[in-house]
T-cell receptor, first 115, second 110 residues
């Protein structure tokens, strides 16, 4: 079946603009995670959803970052007033349930470039 | 705070040579450890996890709590093993957000 998909695959924007990044998890997966991967670094946790609610948003760097998952499936990561330091690959992952026994399946990522 | 350290950015070996990718962690409780792999132009995928004690593609990893390590090993490297490898940790919070190391690029030459 289809894996996790993310759109767009690439996004170039100017400093100060607003961007939205979309994640379509595997059908039926209740848990959804967003990570950010800067150049030369490993993925860094941003936010975790269980169903529609954000169960842990402790990784969001500041209040310019926000994510929603209104129907418990598709999620959108929103970044306001983008800065050059926001440039990174944004990864989404989903798992059937939360919990360590449940493998996280990753999407291909969205590469965000802020000029 | 939890942390994962992968001291080598790049590990280059010849085909057939043994491989050991190092991973050390810092966590106050009992963590779960994972190895993820990213082949060229592919997405990040789980290679193995310590709780299942399995061997995948000839790779094994043993959790050493005394040394706080979870090194990834393979006795005979293959060219198709060339990839980026990430060690990751999950705390015992009931769900599985992951803390990743910076990754090690493994290059296996013929």
């Amino acid at each position: 079946g289809a894996g996790v998909s993310q759109t767009p695959s690439n996004k170039v924007t100017e400093k100060g603009k607003y961007v939205e990044l979309r994640c379509d998890p595997i059908s039926g997966h209740t848990a959804l995670y967003w990570y950010r991967q800067s150049l030369g670094q490993g993925p860094e946790f941003l936010i975790y959803f269980q169903g529609t609610g954000a169960a842990d948003d402790s990784g969001l760097p500041n209040d310019r970052f926000f994510a929603v998952r209104p129907e418990g499936s598709v999620s959108t990561l929103k970044i306001q007033r983008t800065e050059r330091g926001d440039s990174a690959v944004y990864l989404c992952a989903s798992s059937l349930l939360a919990g360590l026994a449940n493998e996280q399946f990753f999407g291909p990522g969205t590469r965000l470039t802020v000029l | 705070a939890q942390r994962v350290t992968q001291p080598e950015k790049l590990l280059s070996v010849f085909k057939g040579a043994p491989v050991e990718l190092k991973c050390n962690y810092s966590y106050s409780g009992s963590p779960e450890l994972f190895w993820y792999v990213q082949y060229s132009r592919q997405r990040l995928q789980l290679l193995l996890r310590h709780i299942s004690r399995e061997s995948i593609k000839g790779f094994t990893a043993d959790l050493n709590k005394g040394e706080t390590s979870f090194h990834l090993k393979k006795p005979f490297a293959q060219e198709e093993d060339s990839a980026m490898y990430y060690c990751a940790l999950s705390g015992n919070s009931g769900y599985s957000t992951l803390t990743f190391g910076k990754g090690t690029m493994l290059l296996v030459s013929p």
